[in-house]
């Protein structure tokens, strides 16, 4: 009896050290890059400046209750030359992430602030209504500060924690997006994308994570001068899933 006691005292206590693991990323990790707008080669004005609001979610998988919630300010320029759109710009940020341990009953916010720039560019072929940006390049450089950063480099030597302690992210992303122009003043958009944050997320002793690629979709709808869309995504391994809302106006 005594031995069944032990075998089962043993695979509780290694059921409990696997479920107290936690993993930290940065504030915007796997959320970071942006839908940027960019003017229909049929369009009358190739070049526009657009200002653009964005609500930010993201679920933390790993640690299964927490999450990230922000929002994002985008300035931004895009240009539709024969054959080519590209877009340049700044960005801020700020939000909060979510901590809820089952183990204990409190649940504490950590809030972060940020910036950063970002640029796309993208090879279209076009029809009398369609424009198919057939393989384009999504980049974000992004840089954090706040509680967030504060608490992820202060618990990074625990034991059975994994975190990211750099302030500055850099990520880049493929996609594939078609643009139908119904009219002059209504269109539609699809958008698949794959998503890679460059670098070492988190090193601890033998252990090196790079992190997980994210593949997702946006969907959009223009009407005259504002541009609503929707975007889902998760990571490859599992480990995140990400939604943006978003609401862009050309100037």
């Excluded at 240009?79 to 590209?86: A, M, Q, S, Y």
């Excluded at 183990?103 to 369609?130: D, E, H, I, L, Q």
């Excluded at 992210?169 to 643009?179: K, N, P």
């Excluded at 890679?196 to 001068?225: E, F």
């Amino acid at each position: 009896m005594k031995k069944t006691h032990l075998i089962a005292g043993l695979l509780l206590s290694m059921a409990v050290s696997s479920c107290s693991e936690r993993f930290y990323g940065p504030a915007l990790y796997q959320n970071d890059v942006q839908q940027m707008i960019k003017p229909h080669s049929k369009d009358s004005v190739k070049t526009r400046l657009y200002g653009s609001g964005t609500l930010l979610m993201h679920d933390n998988m790993f640690n299964q209750t927490d999450d990230t919630k922000a929002g994002l300010l985008n300035i931004y320029r895009s240009h539709t030359v024969p054959h080519f759109n590209f877009s340049y710009g700044v960005l801020g940020f700020a939000g909060t992430y979510k901590e809820q341990v089952s183990a204990k009953p409190a649940v504490s916010n950590k809030a972060f602030t940020g910036f950063g720039f970002n640029g796309s560019a993208s090879y279209y072929v076009s029809t009398k209504k369609t424009d198919w940006r057939l393989i384009g390049v999504d980049m974000v450089y992004t840089q954090e500060g706040g509680d967030y950063l504060a608490y992820r480099r202060a618990v990074a030597n625990q034991p059975d924690v994994y975190s990211a302690t750099q302030a500055g992210m850099f990520s880049y992303g493929i996609f594939s997006e078609m643009l139908i122009r119904l009219n002059k003043d209504v269109n539609i958009g699809a958008k698949l994308f794959i998503n890679k944050t460059t670098g070492q997320l988190v090193k601890k002793d033998t252990y090196n994570y790079y992190g997980a690629s994210t593949s997702g979709a946006t969907i959009s709808l223009g009407y005259k001068m504002l541009t609503g869309y929707l975007t889902s995504a998760t990571s490859s391994n599992l480990s995140g899933g990400s939604v943006q809302v978003g609401l862009a106006c050309r100037f």
